[in-house]
């Protein structure tokens, strides 16, 4: 169970799914979520609310809103659904929570049972972070390979004509 002292103020961090999301986590109420695990597992209040919608762009203003009163020692942790829903991908996830956890804020996620003011959580957290660098670069490598194919071909049937 995960104990704070009295007194912790808490936000609560959630970033909106896509279309496709939706349809796919039809009974994920993230905020819900949040606020349950706020009142179950925790001895801290509530303080503030961070909601973004999902965009394709990626622009995520309340998010970036939260990163600032952080630094401005606002709150003391942040509760989070997942990984995922933190920021743009689990890389930006980890990037933000050192920052931070360097003003003494840890990040909480609920789903990947993870707590940045534990060693254990930063570990699994640079792993995850790791692991998705490792995937985007195997994929613009894939990518990368396809054109090059594909032009290969193409050059090929032009030279045949």
Known sequence: MFEEKRGLKIAIYVKGF????????LDK?????CKEFIKSQTKGVLVK??????TKSGHLPMFNQMIEDGKENRFDMIITHEVERFG???VEAYQESMKLLHYGIGVRFIENDIFTKESLGV?????MAQ???KKKNLQSERVRDGLRRKK???AKLVYTK
């Not at 109420?29 to 979520?33: E, T, V």
């Not at 609310?49 to 999902?54: A, I, L």
């Not at 570990?123 to 792993?127: G, M």
């Open 18 to 25: 896509s279309e496709k999301e939706k349809r796919l986590f």
């Open 29 to 33: 109420d993230q905020m819900k979520i």
């Open 49 to 54: 609310e961070y909601y973004d919608n999902y």
């Open 88 to 90: 743009k991908d689990a």
């Open 123 to 127: 570990l699994k957290l640079e792993i």
């Open 131 to 133: 692991m998705l660098e």
């Open 152 to 154: 290969e071909k193409d």
